[in-house]
């Protein structure tokens, strides 16, 4: 009889995700002061607005193997966020995984916008990835077979995407590593906890950044050099009796800290000044999410961002060192009639850029899924 699989088997599960918001906050970009970010972030929509629709295709192979790719939909355009395949039968917890695929660093990192628990991105992450740190390469993972869990990780990608650069992706090799290890278990029989540490490794060039310059108006730069970025998270999580269902509170924390040295090239189509460049910078963010009821939750975010050190040589008279902290308040409640669906509505008090507060950001957001879910993030 032949092994080849019926037609049934090789159905894949489908999964649909629409996102639509309206959103009212000040018009123009709002880039957190003093810090490099990733050039491709616009200004966030006001009004009403459609979200990334997300369609989901994933199965397994054969017995070895299971694949998946995200394809994002926005404004006519589709993008391949993922596209990966991975092991399903090495022995001693190893896990294999390469093609394009989300980063496991961090806590939040491996989240897509429509499992985040608030409407937007903190601060943190924004600055340090945009949305979330993708790689191009090979996962490799090992779970200990202990009853605490124990999970550690490593990555080598192309680099392409922010801290790294197109540039510094083009490249025999790789242009970005990271490691990581997360360890977790039960307190009791009604909380559990995860915490975790991860370095990542990049070596953009040519990479794309805008700063407020001296005279306030947005500049363009390209910088060039290493960059190292630690991140450490912990999670606790408590449920009565272990069971979430009526009420269950989550309290979420990350810190990272960001060190870059190189060059720096100020205004590349204009007075092209180019100098060494050494950044030292860090943040961190905390949230609680209560759910008070069934199916209602309220939650509270508090994201801070630290120049610890800047450094930009002769650009020093163009682009003025500061010590100001970007911090930002957000505040939220959500409705989810069934694990399908969602209506959030979220205030926030945004003061992530020296000179220019948002005191009366109002989002307004929904979530529908269409298909099966995939496994839910501790």
Excluded: C
């Amino acid at each position: 009889q032949s092994d080849r699989p019926t037609a049934s088997a090789a159905n894949p599960e489908l999964s649909l995700i629409l996102m639509g918001s309206y959103a009212q906050h000040k018009p123009g970009e709002r880039r957190p002061t003093g810090f490099l970010q990733d050039a491709e972030i616009g200004a966030p929509a006001r009004g009403f607005s459609l979200g990334d629709t997300e369609l989901i295709l994933a199965a397994n192979i054969d017995p070895a193997f299971r694949g998946q790719a995200t394809l994002v939909l926005a404004d006519g355009a589709v993008e391949v966020e993922e596209a990966w395949f991975q092991t399903t039968s090495l022995d001693n917890g190893l896990t294999l995984k390469g093609g394009r695929f989300i980063s496991g660093i961090g806590y939040q990192n491996e989240q897509h916008p429509h499992a985040w628990d608030f409407a937007d991105n903190n601060l943190m992450y924004q600055t340090l990835f945009g949305e979330h740190l993708g790689q191009e390469g090979l996962q490799l993972k090992w779970l200990a077979p202990t009853d605490t869990f124990v999970e550690l990780g490593m990555e080598i990608g192309r680099g392409s995407a922010f801290p790294g650069s197109e540039g510094g992706g083009d490249k025999n090799g790789a242009g970005a590593w990271a490691l990581y290890g997360h360890v977790g278990g039960d307190v009791g029989e009604s909380s559990a906890w995860r915490a975790g540490l991860s370095y990542l490794n990049a070596r953009p060039k040519d990479r794309e950044s805008i700063l407020a310059d001296s005279g306030g108006a947005d500049a363009d730069t390209l910088f060039s050099g290493k960059s190292k970025t630690w991140i450490a998270d912990l999670i606790w999580k408590w449920a009565p009796d272990g069971n979430p269902k009526a009420r269950n509170f989550k309290f979420q924390t990350e810190y990272f800290q960001r060190d870059e040295n190189g060059e720096l090239t100020y205004d590349p189509s204009g007075i092209n000044t180019s100098d060494a460049y050494r950044g030292e910078q860090s943040g961190w963010y905390a949230q609680g999410i209560y759910q008070f009821m069934p199916h209602w939750r309220v939650g509270l975010r508090y994201d801070r961002l630290n120049n610890d050190r800047l450094d930009y040589g002769a650009n020093n008279a163009n682009l003025p060192q500061t010590d100001y902290h970007p911090s930002k308040w957000s505040l939220m409640t959500d409705y989810a009639p069934s694990e399908f669906s969602l209506f959030r509505l979220q205030l926030a008090r945004d003061h992530s850029t020296l000179g220019n507060p948002d005191n009366s950001q109002i989002s307004v957001l929904y979530i529908y899924s269409l298909g099966p879910l995939g496994a839910a993030q501790f």
